[in-house]
Nanobody, 115 residues
Framework: QVQLVESGGGLVQPGGSLRLSCAAS????????MGWYRQAPGKQREWVAD???????NYADSVKGRFTISRDNAKNTVYLQMNSLKPEDTAVYYC?????????WGQGTQVTVSS
């Protein structure tokens, strides 16, 4: 069963940046597409970005041009560089496989954008 550990969240002012990391284990990481998702208070979890095993990326319209997803297969880790953060980016961020997330989600990492 895949294990996912997200980190790197925090409190940041609008316009600021954060870099999230997600370490995966118990998975042949290099063959999977990976994605970032987020869940804001009172809302359903939504997809944010994904990256294929070959490095092709896709982004939700709400983050396009501000967020960058990347991966390091040697470290079994996927990253999300978030720039120009907005208050509406406030959420708990999770990583998981794509297109079908594994049942076993990590604990997520909280991102709060506020002045």
């Amino acid at each position: 069963q895949v294990q996912l550990v997200e980190s790197g969240g925090g409190l940041v002012q609008p316009g600021g940046s954060l870099r999230l990391s997600c370490a995966a284990s118990r998975i042949i990481f290099s063959i999977y597409s990976m994605g970032w998702y987020r869940q804001a208070p009172g809302k359903q979890r939504e997809w944010v970005a994904d990256i294929t095993s070959g490095g092709r990326t896709n982004y939700a319209d709400s983050v396009k041009g501000r967020f960058t997803i990347s991966r390091d297969n040697a470290k079994n880790t996927v990253y999300l560089q978030m720039n120009s953060l907005k208050p509406e980016d406030t959420a708990v961020y999770y990583c998981n496989t794509r297109p079908q997330p594994a049942d076993n989600w990590g604990q997520g990492t909280q991102v709060t954008v506020s002045s």
